[in-house]
T-cell receptor, first 114, second 114 residues
Framework: AQSVAQPEDQVNVAEGNPLTVKCTYSVSGNPYLFWYVQYPNRGLQFLLKYITGDNLVKGSYGFEAEFNKSQTSFHLKKPSALVSDSALYFCAVRDPYNNNDMRFGAGTRLTVKP | DGGITQSPKYLFRKEGQNVTLSCEQNLNHDAMYWYRQDPGQGLRLIYYSQIVNDFQKGDIAEGYSVSREKKESFPLTVTSAQKNPTAFYLC?????????????FGPGTRLTVL
């Protein structure tokens, strides 16, 4: 069965600095990988996904993620963090053969300080 | 959150009561999902449905029930058999036929047992 791990519970960065939120995955076959963001007491908002193709995926709000097959990673990045980026971020992996089997990481809380 | 509505936003339940959480989508998506979110645990799948009048158990279905009488609606009932129902409940949908592979989420319902 597939799984994802987000090794950091909390990430703190200063506004204007680059940010990275880490995600590693385990899946048999080619992974379908996703990043979502959650603001307090809200649902998850889709940021970006990797299905196939270019290893660098660009998404909403200036975020991007790099798929690295050899390191089984899919880290979320942004060149310049904003205070408004402060939220809970979830990485997810979907079984390529089962639309309904989506596994989520435990989440990483990003805090961007002014 | 656009296209998927959940109600109520907050729900309080007494011990021994059944409660029903509403989820409606106007995205014409085939599949709908219910997840439970607990602090520090990510999302766990309760039930999913790929088509009207059909649904499948997820990882933590015990103490929950669902119905799918209309494509747009997928209500979740939390029964008195669910021993620890206090959590944040998220509904999602995806377009299986279009194979977009992405699940889109509603704003969530926070259930508290008194």
């Amino acid at each position: 069965a597939q799984s994802v791990a987000q090794p950091e519970d909390q990430v703190n960065v200063a506004e204007g600095n680059p940010l990275t939120v880490k995600c590693t995955y385990s899946v048999s076959g080619n992974p379908y990988l996703f990043w979502y963001v959650q603001y307090p007491n809200r649902g998850l908002q889709f940021l970006l996904k990797y299905i196939t193709g270019d290893n660098l995926v660009k998404g909403s709000y200036g975020f991007e993620a790099e798929f690295n097959k050899s390191q089984t990673s899919f880290h979320l990045k942004k060149p310049s963090a904003l205070v408004s980026d402060s939220a809970l971020y979830f990485c997810a992996v979907r079984d390529p053969y089962n639309n309904n089997d989506m596994r989520f990481g435990a989440g990483t809380r990003l805090t961007v300080k002014p | 959150d656009g296209g998927i509505t959940q109600s109520p936003k907050y729900l309080f339940r007494k011990e021994g009561q059944n409660v029903t959480l509403s989820c409606e989508q106007n995205l014409n998506h085939d599949a709908m999902y219910w997840y439970r979110q607990d602090p520090g645990q990510g999302l766990r799948l309760i039930y999913y449905s790929q088509i009207v009048n059909d649904f499948q158990k997820g990882d933590i279905a015990e103490g929950y029930s669902v119905s799918r009488e209309k494509k747009e609606s997928f209500p979740l009932t939390v029964t008195s058999a669910q021993k620890n129902p206090t959590a944040f409940y998220l509904c999602a949908s995806s377009d299986l036929e279009g194979r977009t592979d992405t699940q889109y989420f509603g704003p969530g319902t926070r259930l508290t047992v008194l």
